[in-house]
């Protein structure tokens, strides 16, 4: 790699630029969720009544009925087979952090040997990959093959399209031949149906009727693309998905010019191709933008049942990879993939509905602003008890280059509740509101909130879990990470915090329920109000103050992880039937080896740029100035020789810098120390980046930052 190699990329980009395609006549989604095996297709495709019994379980409302497994087996075959597909697959979330699929064909054979085209009631329902071969923290041997694979109907099957054909995915959960968890999707699952139960006990204490409770979720989507003409000349993007080496450019993103600007004709190419496809599959992308960075993006769909919605951000970012790869870029979803600009993350957008009313939304009566107050009071009080295991949900490598930096929240877990809100519970606490300090105290029950609109509450980036006028926002999941492990732990203590109000409500006699009511709210929020923090998360004020309240700062992936170990934390679990025996622990060391190999993977792969690709050019540039030097100083061109001089020791300087900085990491990837390998990494970017300033250009082997940020 070199100059010409740069050069030519760049070379390459500008000429492979399409003119932009004209317009549809008109616009339409007819083929909106077309791929999709929904409600339309499901009552097409089969009697009236097994299609409402099919409907029902979609929709929670009742167990699926084994008995109608052959007829939905074969309407589901029928139909995908009418949509191009001959093969289908048990599609699930493993914890590689990806999805997995293992394709078979509808080909059977009848009694004769005759060849057939089939979908039997059993495929459809239980499938059996191999366990041993995915991550299990020791719940499955390498001799422990055997798994399955369980049809969770309340995810619909679709349509995968390939330059080839299509295949049937059928959307399940993943487990072993033992029963242990090895998926993601199962706890998802567990946790809703904990939650759920845990709200209906809630309603019931304010006399309400056995609804069906909804929790739903709005991810949004951040990513970067560069040029795949860039990316294959960057081997650490290629191995590790993130730049190891890269000194910032002169401009960056401190113009704030990017953000919501116009999008460029071949990103918006790519991302209405995005969208059609994400269309097809009937899932609601609603909002595209340019980020905060440059080459930074943002989608955002439409709100989705929970375990819904999970499924579809899996299957957008596949797509996002899929469609950038065929308009010649590369989509990265690493959290950093570039250092000292805006990482990407996944703003995960939480509420929960019961009988289709919201109860994070203020309500018009007392009573419904009584149901907000103690869903609030619950969820104060779940956050600050389990800021652990919300911090364990995203532990990863690299979330911890963007926790904390730029826009991203810090590692510190606060909630965010806005002045309004946060004057309405001082009230409930104190008797007075912050601003009126004559005012009488709001009963519970009897008064009615002040009006509280949507968007009273401002935004606060540096937040970690902001209440945002109907929901709850929680900023710090990283872009690349499934929404599945958050949501996990958010439902199951908000479970148990639930669950924990209920219990004292329901001694209360009805005479007494708001005053005591009152009572409790006052006393929960009261001793977990240490998690409200509405100020700057960034300031070493923060960090002092957040000391000071006793919050856990858990800063790096092995701290963050050792909350799942907690016996505290695994009674937990193990109480609302999320995580059971060793399933907990054998995530810890899932995710700890996860770490690790990736860590040592990055180490590994900037040993070979920096000693194969930078020391060479490094080399060759101190050679050229020493013979430079010396013709200067034969010459007697004092003042030139001079320069040299100063450059040639400048860059020699720097030189024993990077050679000090390569032994300094091989040592630490020999000894397998993974904090010795992070610091080594640190050091010897410094010492890349630096020289990246100094030697010629022409000879840089790597490309820029000022190339891959601005030239797509």
Known sequence: MSYCSRMGAIQAIAEKREPMPKAAATADID???????????????LSKPMAEKLLSTMRGERPFEPSIAPAVAHAMKEWAMSRGATHFTHWFQPLTGGTAEKHDAFLERDKAGNPMMELSGKSLIVGEPDASSFPSGGLRSTFEARGYTAWDPTSPAFIKRHANGATLCIPTAFCSYTGEVLDRKTPVLRSVQALGKAVSRLMACFGQKPQHTRVTLGPEQEYFLVDKEFYYLRPDLVQTGRTLFGAAPAKHQQL????????????????????????????????????????????????????????HNMLTMQILREVAERHGLVCLLHEKPYDGINGSGKHNNWSVTY???????????????????????????????????????????????????????????????????????????????????????????????????????????????????????????????????????????????????????????????????????????????????????????????????????????????????????????????????????????????????????????????????????????????????????????????AAVAKNAKRLGGCYAELDAAIENLTLAVEENEMPAIVEAMAKLRVAVDALECLVDDAKWPLPKYREMLFIY
Request: aromatic letters at 6%; hydrophobic letters at 40%.
């Open 256 to 311: 704030e010019d990017h953000y919501f600007g116009a999008i460029k004709p071949r990103i918006l190419a790519f991302m209405n191709e995005v969208e059609d496809e994400l269309w097809r599959l009937g899932i609601p992308a609603k909002t595209r933008h340019n980020e905060v960075a440059p080459s930074q993006f943002e989608l955002a769909p439409i709100f989705e049942e929970l375990n819904l919605a999970i499924d």
């Open 31 to 45: 083929f909106y969720g077309e791929d999709v095996f929904n409600e339309a297709v499901i009552r097409n495709y």
């Open 355 to 641: 009988g289709g009313r919201n109860l994070l939304d203020p309500g018009d009566t007392p009573q419904e602003n009584a149901v907000f107050l103690t869903m609030l009071a619950a969820i104060i009080r779940a956050v600050n008890l389990h800021a652990d295991l919300l911090r364990s949900a995203t532990a990863s490598a690299g979330n911890d280059h963007r926790l904390g930096a730029n826009e991203a929240p810090p590692a510190i877990l606060s909630i965010f509740l806005g002045e309004q809100l946060t004057d309405v519970i001082d009230a409930l606490v104190a008797g007075k509101s912050r601003k009126n300090t004559q005012s009488r105290q709001m009963v519970v029950g009897v008064d009615a909130l002040p009006p509280l609109p949507r968007d009273a509450t401002d935004r606060n980036r540096t937040s970690p879990f902001a209440f945002t006028g109907n929901k709850f926002e929680f900023r710090s999941v990283g872009s690349s990470q499934s929404c599945s492990d958050v949501n996990v732990v958010l439902n199951t203590i908000v479970a148990e915090s639930l669950d924990y109000l209920a219990a004292k409500l329901e001694k209360l006699p009805k005479a007494q329920f708001n005053a005591g009511l009152q009572a409790l709210l006052k006393e929960v929020i009261a001793e977990n109000r240490r998690i409200i923090f509405n100020g700057d998360g960034y300031t070493e004020a923060w960090r002092k103050e957040a000391a000071r309240r006793g919050l856990p700062n858990l800063r790096t992936t092995p701290e963050a992880l050792m909350p799942l170990l907690d016996p505290r934390n695994q009674a937990l679990m193990a109480k609302y039937g999320v995580f059971v025996g060793k399933e907990m622990a054998s995530r810890h060391e899932v995710f700890k080896e996860e770490y690790e190999r990736k860590i040592l993977i990055e180490g590994k792969i900037a040993l070979k740029i920096a000693r194969e690709s930078i020391e060479p050019v490094v080399s060759e540039q101190l050679l050229h100035l020493a013979k430079t030097l010396k013709v200067a100083r034969e010459t007697g061109v004092k003042a030139g020789a």
